[in-house]
């Protein structure tokens, strides 16, 4: 085998290899060997296939399997030699060698992981922020949850209706003064000051009483699940027919036994459990993006541009995605398309550095996925889809790609937990306000 190198700038080589035919057509004429010794055909004793019938039917399926594991091997050993990792999938561009008696000639280029040395991590120091879950904030969500249980009562006396009222309306949606599907509808209760309508459809009934009567116009969003709607104009024919007002459900025990305990007090620890959950998970968040903040400023390789690409891509997508919404950051919604990708090119950038540099250290400190956390991970994804269980882990079983994507995100809070727990953490108690006050995310 002759291999030339023939592209080395930065990340980037490329080489020119050639595989004598000789050695091809030996490999093929052993492949050949054993496709005839595996035939079974009419007129012949099983194993004693004559080749040159194997050759006749199977030469070129056969020639291509011995050229895909030729340039497999010569690629492998090639970059096996020189230390050279791939970033990628290598290109490979066939010259010639197709044919029996011709030499294969293929030429590649491929991508490589830079050289990483993981830098000093001895003066790691880190602040852990932490929550107390008060009485303060168990009580705001037990009120939301009465919230949620409270009653409304129809109104007797004659008034405009107010914010926290409800509407019970018919309504007929028109477009161009034609009803369209889906449009029309009776006895539905609309809260005022609420949500799950259109906007301006709550807030232009607002001050309307029973047996009163108007046409408001809204404007659907723009990312409206009908397409014909999305974005368009419309009216609707409003006609009321009560009006209802919020009761709140007491705080006490009863609440809590119309909820499934026995006790308000039961109620509470529940609360008080699952907020304090919250709070550990924000605790995690702000210590990991400190913990990735300090490696970003360690970093010193380049990283593979197709890498960067591909990262950047997924990033965009959802950019143009949250753009299509309206739902763009309100510090990205001034900046022109440019900007936008130039500063999500270096978040791209700053992903792929963080995602080596962690894989480095993890290699380095022999951090591995079990197959035990695999498990625990696929059974907390078919949790998700209650009722489809056993088709979630059907699909795994099926796609081990999918399995494999639930390793990353494992090893990297296997490796990041290291880090932690190696660093110089300060234990720094806050609000929960302070707490939940996440800056923009660069990760």
Same mark, same amino acid.
């Given at each position: 085998?002759?291999?030339?190198?023939?592209?080395?700038?930065?990340?980037?080589?490329?080489?020119?290899?050639?595989?004598?035919?000789?050695?091809?057509?030996?490999?093929?004429?052993?492949?050949?060997?054993?496709?005839?010794?595996?035939?079974?055909?009419?007129?012949?004793?099983?194993?004693?296939?004559?080749?040159?019938?194997?050759?006749?039917?199977?030469?070129?399926?056969?020639?291509? !399997?011995?050229?895909?594991?030729?340039?497999? !091997?010569?690629?492998?050993?090639?970059?096996?030699?020189?230390?050279?990792?791939?970033?990628?999938?290598?290109?490979?561009?066939?010259?010639?060698?197709?044919?029996?008696?011709?030499?294969?000639?293929?030429?590649?280029?491929?991508?490589?992981?830079?050289?990483?040395?993981?830098?000093?991590?001895?003066?790691?120091?880190?602040?852990?922020?932490?929550?107390?879950?008060?009485?303060?904030?168990?009580?705001?969500?037990?009120?939301?949850?009465?919230?949620?249980?409270?009653?409304?009562?129809?109104?007797?006396?004659?008034?405009?209706?107010?914010?926290?009222?409800?509407?019970?309306?018919?309504?007929?949606?028109?477009?161009?003064?034609?009803?369209?599907?889906?449009?029309?509808?009776?006895?539905?209760?609309?809260?005022?000051?609420?949500?799950?309508?259109?906007?301006?459809?709550?807030?232009?009934?607002?001050?309307?009483?029973?047996?009163?009567?108007?046409?408001?116009?809204?404007?659907?969003?723009?990312?409206?699940?009908?397409?014909?709607?999305?974005?368009?104009?419309?009216?609707?024919?409003?006609?009321?027919?009560?009006?209802?007002?919020?009761?709140?459900?007491?705080?006490?025990?009863?609440?809590?036994?119309?909820?499934?305990?026995?006790?308000?007090?039961?109620?509470?620890?529940?609360?008080?459990?699952?907020?304090?959950?919250?709070?550990?998970?924000?605790?995690?968040?702000?210590?990991?993006?400190?913990?990735?903040?300090?490696?970003?400023?360690?970093?010193?390789? !380049?990283?593979?541009?197709?890498?960067?690409?591909?990262?950047?891509?997924?990033?965009?997508?959802?950019?143009?995605?949250?753009?299509?919404?309206?739902?763009?950051? !309100?510090?990205?919604?001034?900046?022109?398309?440019?900007?936008?990708?130039?500063?999500?090119?270096?978040?791209?950038?700053?992903?792929?550095?963080?995602?080596?540099?962690?894989?480095?250290?993890?290699?380095?400190?022999?951090?591995?996925?079990?197959?035990?956390?695999?498990?625990?991970?696929?059974?907390?994804?078919?949790?998700?889809?209650?009722?489809?269980?056993?088709?979630?882990?059907?699909?795994?079983?099926?796609?081990?790609?999918?399995?494999?994507?639930?390793?990353?995100?494992?090893?990297?809070?296997?490796?990041?937990?290291?880090?932690?727990?190696?660093?110089?953490?300060?234990?720094?108690?806050?609000?929960?306000?302070?707490?939940?006050?996440?800056?923009?995310?660069?990760?």
């Amino acid at each position: 085998m002759q291999v030339t190198e023939t592209l080395s700038e930065g990340l980037k080589r490329g080489f020119t290899i050639t595989i004598p035919a000789a050695d091809l057509d030996a490999k093929q004429e052993a492949r050949l060997k054993e496709v005839a010794a595996g035939l079974k055909l009419p007129g012949f004793r099983p194993g004693k296939v004559p080749v040159s019938i194997a050759r006749q039917r199977y030469a070129d399926a056969v020639r291509a !399997e011995v050229l895909e594991q030729a340039v497999s !091997e010569a690629l492998s050993s090639t970059l096996d030699e020189r230390g050279l990792r791939p970033a990628g999938q290598p290109k490979v561009d066939l010259v010639s060698g197709q044919e029996q008696g011709k030499d294969l000639e293929f030429r590649v280029e491929t991508e490589i992981l830079p050289e990483i040395t993981v830098p000093d991590l001895s003066d790691l120091s880190l602040t852990r922020l932490k929550a107390v879950a008060g009485d303060e904030a168990i009580d705001k969500v037990v009120a939301d949850i009465a919230k949620r249980q409270r009653n409304f009562e129809v109104v007797e006396e004659v008034r405009p209706s107010v914010k926290g009222d409800v509407l019970t309306i018919d309504f007929v949606g028109k477009r161009d003064g034609v009803a369209f599907d889906g449009g029309t509808a009776e006895d539905v209760n609309v809260e005022l000051g609420g949500e799950g309508f259109i906007p301006g459809f709550a807030e232009q009934i607002e001050g309307m009483q029973p047996g009163e009567e108007k046409v408001i116009t809204v404007t659907f969003p723009e990312n409206y699940g009908a397409e014909e709607l999305a974005g368009k104009e419309a009216t609707f024919d409003i006609k009321v027919k009560a009006l209802k007002k919020a009761v709140d459900a007491p705080i006490d025990d009863e609440l809590a036994k119309k909820l499934g305990f026995e006790t308000l007090e039961q109620l509470r620890d529940l609360v008080r459990k699952q907020v304090e959950g919250e709070y550990e998970q924000l605790t995690r968040l702000r210590i990991k993006r400190d913990l990735l903040d300090a490696l970003a400023a360690k970093t010193n390789f !380049e990283a593979p541009e197709g890498m960067v690409d591909a990262e950047f891509n997924q990033i965009w997508q959802r950019v143009e995605a949250d753009r299509k919404a309206g739902e763009l950051d !309100e510090e990205d919604q001034g900046k022109d398309e440019e900007t936008l990708r130039a500063d999500y090119r270096k978040i791209a950038e700053r992903r792929v550095k963080l995602g080596l540099l962690l894989a480095e250290i993890g290699r380095k400190n022999a951090i591995t996925v079990t197959n035990d956390e695999l498990g625990r991970a696929m059974r907390a994804e078919a949790m998700r889809y209650q009722g489809q269980e056993q088709q979630v882990f059907e699909f795994f079983q099926k796609n081990p790609q999918a399995v494999e994507s639930l390793r990353g995100p494992i090893f990297e809070n296997k490796v990041v937990d290291y880090l932690i727990e190696l660093a110089k953490v300060e234990d720094k108690e806050v609000t929960p306000e302070e707490l939940s006050d996440i800056p923009p995310a660069n990760i």
